[in-house]
């Protein structure tokens, strides 16, 4: 039997993050330090303190919810967590599969990150872009409505989450035009996320190149385990296959409900979430209920996790 760890991008990101699994794992509060010496600013105030408005912003958001997740998996490995069979990250989340993983070290993937959300959050004016949901109609139809709208006005089908959820990424007036077309046809809700940039819509191409040469900067290597990457929903065959599709990883879709069918493909039985908030179990209980789902972000969280993949070890 076989778990799968995942890490969760922007979106799941609360003040008093991380709070209790800091007060009994060390390492959690030592993530962050570390991340303080990199970024010369002290996320973990931030996060514990707020204000919530500022941790929505995306040059905040993408670097906090990425040592999130490294602190999460590193306090895994404190307890002497195994190792999964494959890992993903939703998006932004990526990046600390990759960490995870041994591909990345923590510190240069944090430039990288902070890099990441900077260039995003100039791409366009502040308060022109957006994200938003669709739940309750399928990928194509969702698709169809996008391309009906695009013009001037850009609004893409971009994260494909599970199935009857997809996330459209563009212009804000053109995100709500496309939340009103899909009510009108049936969708069951249609929402505006806490997320202030159109993340993997063709609004990022401006950012494409000079991540891309960040990315280069970055000494990489071939991860410890398979990682399952957003775009192809597959471990991809070499080191230079990997990195090129994280350097268009901004304008490319995330085909998160299409990774957890390779998970299942490859015998994964359990999903482990590490990161705030779970958000990732949940697309995982919509897109397969046989999944057994575990969540570490506290510590009975991190304790149920550690029990369950221990007797899922012992199990042929």
Not at 140 to 161: H, K, P, Q, S, W
Request: charged share 20%.
């Amino acid at each position: 039997m076989k778990f799968a760890a995942v890490f969760p991008g922007q979106g799941s990101q609360s003040v008093g993050m991380l709070s209790a699994l800091a007060s009994e794992e060390a390492c959690v509060r030592d993530t962050f330090s570390e991340a303080a010496d990199v970024l010369g600013y002290d996320l973990w105030a931030l996060a514990q303190s707020g204000p919530e408005d500022r941790l929505k912003q995306t040059e905040i958001t993408q670097p906090l919810m990425f040592v999130s997740g490294v602190a999460c998996w590193r306090a895994w490995q404190a307890r002497g967590g195994a190792a999964p069979a494959c890992a993903a990250g939703h998006s932004l989340g990526e990046y600390a599969a990759l960490v995870a993983t041994g591909a990345f070290g923590y510190a240069e993937a944090l430039r990288v990150v902070a890099l990441r959300g900077e260039l995003m959050s100039k791409a366009v004016p502040a308060g022109e872009g957006g994200m938003a949901a669709i739940l309750g109609l399928d990928d194509d139809e969702v698709i169809a409505l996008c391309e009906g709208l695009t013009g001037e006005r850009v609004v893409e089908a971009v994260n494909f989450n599970s199935p009857s959820q997809v996330v459209i990424s563009g212009h804000v007036d053109a995100l709500e035009a496309a939340c009103a077309e899909a009510k009108r046809r049936g969708a069951k809700r249609a929402l505006m996320l806490p997320v202030s940039v159109p993340n993997h819509s063709s609004l990022m191409n401006g950012v494409v190149s000079e991540l891309a040469a960040a990315i280069d900067r970055v000494d990489s290597q071939i991860p410890s385990v398979p990682v399952l990457q957003n775009a192809e929903a597959a471990e991809l065959p070499t080191l230079d296959a990997m990195l090129t599709s994280l350097k268009s990883h901004v304008v490319n879709p995330v085909r998160w409900t299409s990774t957890l069918q390779t998970m299942r493909a490859r015998g994964v039985e359990a999903v482990v979430e590490f990161g705030p908030g779970k958000v990732l179990s949940g697309l995982a209980k919509r897109t397969d209920r046989e999944f057994a789902l575990h969540a570490v972000d506290e510590p009975a969280g991190l304790d149920a996790a550690l029990e369950a993949v221990a007797w899922l070890e012992t199990q042929p």
